[in-house]
Each structure stands twice: as structure tokens, then as C-alpha cells.
């Protein structure tokens, strides 16, 4: 095994560098390539009527309908905007680029009467139909799109209640695999049953997600059939067999797997968020420089979208500074038991710093499970620091008033939160960081990523075997 600092064979470096700068052209190829416009047309008419109570004229013109979306580049679009005439009815065509919901803003003498969501989808005609002053009350929406996805919530309301159930422990873990088996299969039968539909797809892919690792060759099979059908996958679903491939058939495969859908890709926004899975992906498993040519590439090419560059930024300060493999930064605090922690101290143990809100529900949720790790892995040397964000002595306290302090926590208001919060480029709590025992980063996990820790620590053991 060779640790970072050792100094690789000079043919093989070679070869390696070689490599890497020929794949520059390609890379540069990849991001920027010409995406065709790809645009959409539904067609919407209605009619918006005002109760006598607050208008007895019988004048309902001049009532308006607006549909706009904020962009990237922080403009605004108007994707429709109408009057109703004196009875009441409007009619136009939206456009717009890729299905999905968006709000549309009813008012009339400038105020704003209601805010109803509609799924655009192409082709699709929308009736609207409400009566004033009660629009949420009298609203009426028509149309194939419209109706398949409140078919599709119903659903995914149903399983979300069974979901709970599950991770309440409500259910016995024998009946797990097949409550999981029975609402994919119902989640698949309204993507099959609605072909071409926006909610189709999404049921369809919500189908595929609760698979993973329950049944892995269906969740496969049925993300061909809708990559056949609609050419990609939403942000969610493209991560769950993103990492699926990285863990069953490694790190290439992933990458040939974002490498097709990005063949796929007919809109900018697509590419990008594929071009962002790539950087994770290789800033995950250690490729940092490879990770940096491609994030130069990608604020290159989505230069105009500041949120891309406002992930680019921090995401360039992470590979820079906090990727796998990098030595962590050393950092001081005063514990809650009144000792002193430098993590510079802790050189030959491995450690877990976690920085989080102890309100944090998805905190409170993962804590048995930190406590498993700890019970467990202290067998290895593993300590675990936890640094509380916006909290004092009282609410240390009172959180640990029902659960047992095992490990080191810092004392609430003894440290600088802004520094923390630059130093380890926090955006999310909790945000934890697994060290090894030479001080090397082996990852950070950001929320529900802590459910990937395992592998992390399977690292620390194996080095503590050696």
C-alpha cells in the first residue's frame, strides 16, 4: 500500500500526466458541446367568473393569469400571460422548456386572488376554471397531464404513510422487502398505465429509487426502459444509479454510465447537473485533479448561470483544500468537560467531527446510529468530536438529558462559528468528516451522505489491521 507523500515510478507519472492533459480537449468538448433548443407548447384556457358578494357588474374582464420563472441567470421569464374578456375566458398557448410544476398567479385590480400550481406538459391542453374572491376554494383544473399527477401523489402520499411506518419500526423486517416490492410495483403500474406523461415518469422513477439495494437488477432494467422512453433521469434518480455503479462495478462504470446520459442530454440545465455529478463522483474517490480540469471546464462553459458558479466556487475550495486524501485542517477547541482538543492531537487515532444544530431533526434522527459507530468502531481507536452550531449550555443539557454523552463535545458559544463554518466549508447540518489516523481526509458526508459511512470506516479498520 502506498500512502499519499510516496513518490510514484517517474515513467508511470509520465504516462499518467500525458493522459490527463490529452483528455483536457475532450473534456472541454464534453461540457460545451451544442445542446439543441428544445422547447414546449401546452395550450391553457379557462374561465375566471367574480361572485355577486364583490361584484355585481358582471364584468369579469381584466382578470389576469401569470406563469413566470425565475431563471439561473436571475432574470425572470414569462412563460404565460393573459386577460380574461368580460365573461370571464381567456385562452393561450405556454412555453416552455422541459415539463414540470410552476406556479401560476391569478389577480385582479392588482391583487393577488390566488396561486394555483399547474404541470405544463407539451401538447397538453389546461382548462382553469374559479370563482372569485374564493379561488382556492372554487378552483377546477382539467386537463390529461394534470390528472395523471394528482393520480401519482395519491400514490406517493400512501407510501410516504407506509415509509414512516418503516422507519418508525412498525413494521417487521420480513414484511419490509415485500411492502417495498408491492408499492414499486403500484408506483410502476401508473408509469406504465400513463406513457409519455410527465407524472408517468415520475412515478416511474420513484418506482426505480426504492429499489436500490432491495431488488438492483429490476431498479435496472426498469431505468432502461424510461431512459428508452424519455431520454433522462431526474437529479435523484440519476444519483441513485450513480452510485449504484460506483459500488457494484466501480468507479468507470459510474462514470460511463453520466458519460451516456450526457449523450443523452437535450437541455443545458441537464448537462450541467450531470457535469456535477462527475466532479462529486471524482472528488469522492479521490481523482482530484482529474475533478479540477472538469470544474474549470464547467465554469467555462456555464459561465452566465450564477448558481453553477456559486457551486463552482465551493466546490473548487473543497478540492482544493478538503478533499480525500488532503490532511485536515487542524483546529482547537475547549471541550464541555473543560479540557482543551487540538485535532493536530489526535495524529495516530482516527477520528469523526461532526458540526451540527442539536435542533436538527435529520441530527437527532441519525444519532443512534452514531452511537453504534462509536460502540463499534472505539474498538479501532475511533474518537468523535461533535462541535454544536447556534446552541448554549442549557440546550446541551437539556439534549443530553435523555441520551448518553459518549463521546467529545465542544462546549456551545467557546469557538467562532464563522470560522468553522469557512474553514470546512460548510453549507448543510450536519456535515461530518471522517479522519484517518495520519490525519488524512477520507471523506465528508452532508446529511443523509452519513448513510454511506460504512465504507469510510471499513477504511479504518483495514488500516488498523495492517
Not at 454510465?257 to 450531470?274: G, K, P, T, V, Y
Not at 470546512?424 to 479522519?435: A, D, G, I, K
Request: one cysteine or more; charged letters at 25%; aromatic letters at 10%.
Amino acid at each position: 500500500m502506498v500512502k499519499k507523500g510516496a513518490k510514484p515510478d517517474t515513467l508511470v507519472m509520465a504516462k499518467k500526466s500525458f493522459l490527463l492533459l490529452c483528455s483536457v480537449f475532450l473534456i472541454v468538448l464534453s461540457c460545451s458541446r451544442e445542446v439543441p433548443e428544445v422547447s414546449n407548447t401546452a395550450h391553457i384556457k379557462g374561465q375566471i367568473t367574480v361572485s355577486e358578494e364583490l361584484d355585481d357588474s358582471f364584468d369579469y374582464s381584466d382578470i389576469e393569469i401569470l406563469a413566470r420563472v425565475r431563471t439561473a441567470s436571475d432574470r425572470t421569464d414569462t412563460l404565460f400571460h393573459a386577460f380574461t374578456d368580460q365573461q370571464g375566458y381567456f385562452s393561450g398557448d405556454v412555453t416552455f422548456d422541459r415539463p414540470g410544476q410552476f406556479p401560476v398567479v391569478v389577480s385582479r385590480n392588482n391583487n393577488v386572488m390566488g396561486i394555483v400550481n399547474l404541470i405544463f406538459a407539451h401538447q397538453d391542453t389546461i382548462e382553469l376554471r374559479a370563482n372569485l374572491p374564493d379561488f382556492n376554494g372554487t378552483v377546477e383544473i382539467n386537463s390529461r397531464e394534470n390528472d395523471v399527477f394528482r393520480t401519482f401523489e395519491r400514490v406517493d402520499r400512501s407510501f410516504t404513510r407506509v415509509a414512516n411506518f418503516i422507519n418508525a419500526g412498525l413494521i417487521s423486517a420480513d414484511s419490509v422487502g415485500i411492502e417495498i416490492d408491492k408499492w414499486s410495483d403500484i408506483y410502476w403500474d401508473v408509469f406504465e398505465q400513463y406513457p409519455g406523461t410527465y407524472a408517468g415518469k415520475l412515478s416511474g422513477e420513484s418506482s426505480i429509487s426504492i429499489l436500490r439495494e432491495w431488488n438492483d437488477s429490476l431498479m435496472v432494467a426498469r431505468t432502461e426502459e424510461i431512459l428508452s422512453s424519455y431520454g433522462n433521469l431526474t437529479t435523484g434518480t440519476r444519483e441513485v444509479l450513480v452510485e449504484f455503479y460506483a459500488e457494484t462495478e466501480g468507479l468507470e462504470s459510474a462514470l460511463s454510465f453520466i458519460n451516456r446520459l450526457q449523450d443523452m442530454a437535450q437541455h443545458s440545465s441537464d448537462i450541467m447537473e450531470i457535469e456535477i455529478n462527475r466532479i462529486e463522483l471524482l472528488f469522492d474517490s479521490s481523482r482530484t485533479e482529474e475533478a479540477l480540469i472538469y470544474l474549470d471546464s464547467f465554469t467555462h462553459t456555464f459561465s452566465e448561470n450564477n448558481l453553477a458558479m456559486e457551486w463552482a466556487e465551493n466546490k473548487r475550495y473543497d478540492l482544493e483544500f478538503l478533499a480525500p486524501g488532503y490532511p485536515f485542517p487542524e483546529l482547537n477547541f475547549l471541550l464541555s468537560t473543560g479540557d482543551s482538543l487540538r485535532t493536530s492531537e489526535l495524529t495516530g487515532r482516527p477520528f469523526m467531527l461532526e458540526v451540527t444544530r442539536f435542533d436538527n431533526a435529520m441530527y437527532q434522527q441519525q444519532f443512534d446510529r452514531t452511537i453504534a459507530i462509536y460502540q463499534i468502531y472505539r474498538n479501532f481507536g475511533l474518537e468523535i468530536i461533535t462541535v454544536p452550531l447556534g446552541s448554549n449550555r442549557i440546550v446541551l443539557d437539556a439534549f443530553f438529558s435523555e441520551r448518553e454523552k459518549l463521546w467529545n463535545v465542544v462546549e456551545p458559544g467557546s469557538f467562532e462559528a464563522e470560522h468553522i463554518v469557512e474553514i470546512l466549508n460548510l453549507s448543510r447540518v450536519p456535515t461530518r468528516y471522517l479522519v484517518d489516523a495520519d490525519g488524512t481526509i477520507i471523506r465528508r458526508y452532508i446529511g443523509n451522505e452519513y448513510d454511506d459511512i460504512v465504507r469510510g470506516l471499513q477504511q479504518i479498520s483495514t488500516l488498523t489491521n495492517e
